[in-house]
């Protein structure tokens, strides 16, 4: 626990880009998830995974903004996605794999202890209306779309806008602790934006926000602590995983 709290408070080289360059990518990622809406509302109509298909679109129109716009070389090693080599990859993968998972667990048995009960992720609660309120069934396509959202398209394009530009980017301007907790708050801000999460009551306010800043706060320690945004991207897809499994559960 003092290692990470020691790497969080040690300031990194800026990156060669400006926090306003980095806020605008947090914009652009927003931008995206609503033009994604719209080519998903003009091709697909009123389905039950048009949600998840548009942010999928989204996050994929994130992605490719992100290695455009910061594609020269210095500013690819400042996303500090670089990796230690096959075998130390696999390990990490595996390791970050099971933190994530293992972490998403225990703030699941956290939520059911001050909520009132187990709910899905708000990019999930569609799928979960469908089930409990409208008596429905999840297609297969949904869940296809919930698996490519939750568990590869947002963990890579939230990781790369968050914590490969924005983090160190927030740090570098007002201080180690400052942007680390800056970064999880606009996190949990674009989560409240993004996928219109409710916070008209408590569960709502812990789903909703409560939830995303911790997520912010732990991938963000994971990206500090292992000076990788892979590593971070690869803790995120745990949390997806939990999810995707969870939802499966409350499907019955």
Do not use: C
């Given at each position: 626990?003092?290692?990470?709290f020691?790497?969080?408070?040690a300031?990194e080289?800026?990156?060669p ?42 996050a ?16 690819r ?21 099971l ?9 699941d ?31 297969v396509?949904?869940?296809?779309f ?23 980017s ?5 201080g180690?602790?400052?942007g680390?907790?800056l ?14 999460s ?18 912010g ?18 803790a ?5 995983l ?11």
């Amino acid at each position: 626990m003092r290692n990470i709290f020691g790497r969080i408070s040690a300031l990194e080289n800026p990156p060669p880009w400006s926090t306003l360059a980095a806020l605008g990518g947090v914009v652009v990622s927003f931008a995206a998830t609503v033009l994604g809406s719209f080519i998903v509302l003009a091709l697909l109509g009123d389905k039950q995974y048009k949600e998840l298909a548009a942010w999928t679109i989204g996050a994929v129109l994130t992605i490719i903004f992100v290695y455009i716009r910061f594609g020269k070389p210095e500013q690819r090693a400042a996303l500090h996605l670089g990796g230690g080599g096959n075998v130390v990859m696999v390990q990490q993968a595996f390791l970050m794999l099971l933190i994530g998972v293992g972490l998403s667990v225990a703030l699941d048995v956290v939520s059911g202890r001050v909520t009132s009960g187990f709910l899905p992720e708000p990019e999930l609660t569609y799928l979960y209306n469908a089930v409990t309120i409208n008596r429905g069934t999840i297609t297969v396509l949904s869940w296809i779309f919930a698996v490519l959202f939750m568990v590869i398209a947002q963990p890579i394009a939230e990781e790369l806008i968050f914590r490969g530009v924005l983090l160190s980017s927030l740090r570098s301007m007002i201080g180690a602790w400052p942007g680390y907790i800056l970064s999880a708050l606009l996190y949990a801000l674009f989560h409240l934006i993004a996928y219109g999460s409710s916070i008209s009551d408590f569960n709502g306010l812990w789903y909703g926000q409560v939830l995303p800043f911790v997520g912010g706060l732990i991938f963000g320690a994971v990206r500090l602590t292992t000076g990788s945004t892979r590593a971070a991207i690869l803790a995120h897809v745990g949390f997806g995983l939990f999810a995707v499994v969870k939802m499966l559960t409350l499907a019955g």
